[in-house]
């Protein structure tokens, strides 16, 4: 059977960026060993050890392994290309030390994208133009093989709802403009059915170039109110739109099935993205969501 990795991630506590209140990072690993999980992602640089000794260390106390980190880059600015090349090669140097393979890029979040999130094909607002596109394919390419060439490691791009990638389309578009030998895709099961998608479908269409796995699972209720109504991303996010996998709309037994028929042997990194409240507090508590999911796919999904 093929061998599937579970783990668990910081933006499942509300850890977003590194340079605002957080909880300790050793509480959060913790939490992810204890709920039954092999591994965790960095998280926002600088949230983790940074210096690659006290991270192994980190890591070991809790018999964790790395799975990878989320790197949001302005893609379509050329501008501010060899920004982005070295600010991800600085991340990625650090994961090299752990044995990781693959470093995750992310266009950034775009205000406007961010407030029609889930519902960008109904809005009518055009994407990137073909410029634009011409340019973020050249910085995801630009990375890619800067990463290949320093530290033999590859990208995986996460499409991501109130980014420019976010929509099948965008996806496909995504896919079909870059190598397969340097880019990879991220499957993130939740952005995917808020952006409009089926998981399912992109496992079936682009499975061999699918590498790494974030799964996220959708209330049907709050994907509903994110079709109908104006709510934004951030409200969508508040309000709970994502939760404990196996109590939304994705199917995660047969998403794991299509992967071991694949041959997919890789990272599946369990995501509930939360927002915590004008007092701090999280609700649900996540440390009990993380425990639920891993239950969950142990008991119907058989990993």
């Known amino acids: 059977m093929t061998a599937l990795r579970v783990g668990n991630a910081p933006v499942s506590w509300g850890v977003y960026e590194a340079d605002r209140p ?105 994407g990137w133009s073909v410029v634009q596109w011409r340019e973020a394919v050249a910085t995801i390419q630009a990375v890619a093989k800067a990463l290949r060439d320093e530290l033999r490691m590859r990208v995986v791009v996460h499409h991501h709802a109130g980014t420019f990638v976010e929509t099948p389309a965008e996806i496909d578009q995504l896919l079909s403009a870059t190598d397969p030998d340097l ?73 794991t099935e299509t992967l071991r028929g694949n041959g997919y042997a890789g990272w599946l990194i369990v995501e509930q993205d939360v927002v915590p409240d004008a007092q701090g507090r999280l609700e649900p508590d996540p440390s009990d969501s993380a425990r639920k999911s891993r239950a969950y796919l142990r008991d119907q999904a058989g990993v």
């Open 22 to 126: 957080n909880p300790p990072f050793g509480r959060i690993l913790d939490e992810i060993a204890r709920a039954g999980y092999e591994g965790t992602e960095l998280g926002p640089y600088g949230y983790l050890p940074n210096e690659a000794g006290a991270l192994a260390r980190e890591l070991k106390a809790r018999h964790l392994s790395l799975g990878s980190s989320f790197v949001a880059l302005p893609l379509e600015d050329a501008s501010r290309r060899a920004a982005s090349v070295e600010h991800a090669l600085r991340v990625a140097r650090l994961l090299a030390t752990q044995d990781v393979a693959e470093v995750i890029l992310a266009d950034d979040e775009d205000p406007e994208r961010a407030r029609i999130a889930g519902r960008v094909d109904a809005s009518g607002r055009a």
């Open 183 to 255: 880019v990879g895709l991220l499957l993130d099961t939740g952005h995917c059915v808020y952006g409009g998608g089926e998981p399912l479908d992109v496992l079936k269409r682009h499975g061999g170039r699918v590498r790494y796995l974030h799964l996220k699972d959708a209330r049907e209720s709050e994907l509903r109110r994110v079709r109908t109504t104006d709510v934004s991303m951030a409200e969508a996010w508040k309000r709970g739109v994502f939760c404990p996998l196996g109590e939304g709309v994705v199917d995660f037994p047969r998403i």
